[in-house]
């Protein structure tokens, strides 16, 4: 039997429906921007595997660096120990998050680092004597699956079973010019009821809502205003995160920053599972008491596991190298020659880039899991290149090792593709 | 700096009050059944670590396995693609698991497995068209810390800000030979009304309650009426999987099998974070349909990380090798001997054991949290052992390698310890 056989007698795959798509492509090896098939093809990582694996697959500075670690510490227990893997991540994390971040929080998701971020917001407000239970979050926002991070996430594609069991959430539309006045008096209305505890966001780009990209403007003064009202203000940055807007955080493009920040994807490199939830000295305050009650008492298993750190502080160590700098600087630039070559093709609807991350929407209607969606995947992955348009949006997010002549093949894949539809 | 002062500056531990304990001992190394701090003291790891490092610390042969891995494969989006060692793990996992499970649904860790299993529940149900929002579950049970696992656990220690955002839940006794007829009633006239989803349980062992068992036998009983009434029976397997019953899983000691099983914590050895929801053909096949839809809406971007899975075969692979099997005989002897020695001291109320399981309840009121438990866990960490006492509970759930010798160190650890309470 074929692995491609084999994968449909036991595995139940994510955001699948398997009577329409019973077909798993196996995948066999990865190394830089390339995954191979089980039958030696080959395809360029266009999205680095949902922007995880940036510095290219199978890193062997970061594997041989995890390698040693698993050998010395693998795991102990987070609460009442603690370990220099941990430790050191703190330290080198803290050094290039925004300035006001000083206590990092671990789990293994980013929905759990939401799950946190809100758990964290809403007793803050309780530790002094306020009981807030309203959150504020956008349209279109995704913040993962579990209960309280589908709660807050706006991008309702089939919520059915499900709803009647959200937090309160209140939503708000993304600020454009247009709709900003509108938009900025309903925020004001909302924190004058004195029950919100935190807006949560992606701050500039909304990923799963296909690469939506927004005004920074705009979000700093909501922020401004929610800071005023003492509302705590979440930076989502699982997907933007590690140098994908050409800064280390989108947050830095701001000049207001999150109070509570949620880390995951490329912080450990797309190696293995972790994710952080960051915040303030001001909200860690907020549960420092002699009243036992008044801690966090959120937990898991593998907080801060030995080797998830390990390779978050050697991802960590290559982004800030002159090597990853320069590469996103140059994808940056290569990215802009593609925009001025496509955007005014007539199949092309509009196109955005902010950082390495590219996207254009295309001319059609089309439902997000619906039949041309298909088309164009496997279009893309027939061309050698492995792209997943969400919607009619086709996006590039490729590891930042991706060479000039994979660029150029992603990019003609993509014009090639407009001929299909 | 030492490790412990440089820990204070960034770091915020799980279920902890930093005010009370700001302290937190730093772990440099591991081997087998031990830790090793930074000034060279030795520590017998007397609860795996939170049962997951049951095959010992920085087992060669499991992180042997992980590198070669990592070097080959280290992720790739788990959504229209697949891998072997996902493959493989799901092959060898069905042929350990009940027999009724078929199909594996993958996510990062315990809490979040139970998220998918009650979203599960509530989506199997509504995809055959009723709307049933009920879940029952046991008083004392744990079951994590996200917002849908943490609305089902009846360990209630600090919710106060978060209970307002739980899902609806009905909670019944932990059946026992003088409560069973009472519990029984109130379970049929719950499932009467219609509306459970699914009932959530911890088979025989409820772990963060302190150990506590319960006769298999009636919540056999239970089982068969809930299956009667098309409730599904949700295993949480996270603690109690992969042989610390004294079977591969604690559901194996019953007539009637779950629908859903979560899993988590020794499924990967310790060694990277990682958590399985299995489930059967019948609940899998209620969501496949035409209608998109209908299908499962959720997804990790870790999903079968190809470095996880590999762990995990592993560790299943020396699970069931003869050295291990016969280490968990060792040890259920060698705790039936150290009861029979310390049952009947005066300081001792209840003694317990279910395989390599052993739980001892002291004579005196004691807080969760409180100094008693601080007192007795800084006595045996002292003496070279790690055991956390929950309450007034001493339990040990060590990993399978720990040597003869080293069990009778933490044997004579906890007789010493009666001595100071």
Redesign the interface.
Known sequence: MT??E??K?????????????PN???????KEAL?FDDKGNEYI?G?A?????MYG????YI?SK??AQ???????????????P??KL??E??KILPNNQ???????????SV?IA??MA??Y???QGE?R?KIIALEGGFH?????AM?VSGLS??N???E??F??VARIQVPTKENFEIVKEQFIKLLSENNVAAFIYEPLVQGAAAMKMFDGRLLDELLAIAKQHNVLAIADEVMTGFGKTGKNFASEHLVNQPDIICL??SLTA?????AITS?TQNV?DA???????????????????P??CTAALAGIELLQSEEIQNSIQRIIKSHQTFDARIKNHPKVKETRQLGVIYALDLNVEMDR?GDLRYKL?RFFMENGVCL?PLGNTIYILAPYVITDKQLEKVYQAIEESLAII
Not at 24 to 30: G, V
Not at 144 to 148: E, H, P, S, Y
């Open positions: 692995l491609q084999r994968d007698k036991h595995l139940w795959h994510p955001l699948t429906q398997h009577k329409l798509h798993h492509l196996a995948i066999t090896k990865a995954l990582d999205i595997s949902w922007y995880t694996c697959h199978c890193n062997a594997t995890v390698y698993m050998q010395q510490l693998d795991h102990v227990v987070f609460a009442g120990f603690t370990h220099e941990a430790i703190s330290e994390l803290i000083e206590k990092l929080f671990f789990s293994d998701n980013g929905s759990t799950d809100i758990k809403l007793q407000h309780f530790n009981k239970g993962g699956d579990t209960f309280g709660s594609v089939y059915g079973p499900f009647d069991f937090i309160d995951s994807k797309g190696l293995v599972p972790m915040t860690y549960f420092l008491s002699d009243d036992i009650g008044k801690g966090f008492f959120h937990g898991h298993t593998y907080s801060a596991n080797t998830s899991y995947f997943r």
